[in-house]
């Protein structure tokens, strides 16, 4: 009879993990599914709005950015968050990249940004290019890189990535920041070059 009772459970605790396991890497493919597609559908609705194609996505550039998003949350742990340089947040040897450091958030329960309010400051970029080529379309002493990044007609893929840190606030309360890193291929932003 305990042997009866034995295979039972071992059967059913067999049944339960078939079923629990792929559940929960069906939520976690999900939801990196919900983040490339928030991507995609924000850098595509720019591409779209001056004519260049639409860009696909890459896991492994987005793997990429995920090693240096993590990367640049451990120069952040401690540290204020606004006290990272831009040595800090230049990853020289890598062509085609958009970096996004979130302002700090703090532990309250606070929600942490979304993906569109991330990209929102490149996209904002825009009314600083004044058309023709890059850097020259720029207004004077204005930024508008990541912007021309983002639309760069030559350019096919993308893979992004974010991190969290927990360092602190400015005031020196802890604090969070959000890391996006997103990688392009191929890369844009030739000087004397047009971006679309």
């Not at 639409?54 to 793997?63: K, R, Y």
């Not at 451990?74 to 302002?103: A, R, Y």
């Not at 993906?115 to 720029?138: A, F, H, M, R």
């Not at 969290?164 to 030739?190: E, F, H, I, W």
């Amino acid at each position: 009879m305990y042997k009866k009772v034995s295979i039972t459970i071992i059967m059913a605790s067999a049944i339960a993990a078939i079923l629990i396991v792929p559940w929960a890497a069906l939520q976690r493919s999900h939801a990196q599914s919900d983040f490339a597609d928030t991507i995609l559908k924000i850098h595509n609705d720019e591409r779209a709005a001056v004519g260049s194609p639409a860009l696909t996505w890459s896991d492994s550039l987005a793997a990429d950015a995920k090693s240096w998003a993590d990367h640049l949350v451990t120069l952040n742990q401690g540290k204020p968050i606004d006290k990272l340089t831009n040595s800090d947040l230049v990853h020289s040897t890598v062509p085609g990249e958009n970096l996004h450091q979130s302002g700090e958030w703090g532990t309250n329960p606070i929600s942490p940004p979304s993906t569109k309010s991330l990209v929102q400051g490149w996209i904002d970029e825009k009314k600083n290019w004044n058309g023709g080529t890059y850097p020259s379309g720029c207004a004077s002493n204005e930024v508008c890189g990541h912007y021309t990044q983002m639309v760069w007609n030559d350019t096919k893929k993308v893979g992004c990535a974010t991190a969290t840190s927990n360092g602190k606030a400015s005031n020196g309360d802890p604090g969070q920041a959000v890391y996006l890193v997103c990688r392009y291929s191929p890369q844009g932003n030739y000087n004397g070059e047009s971006p679309y």
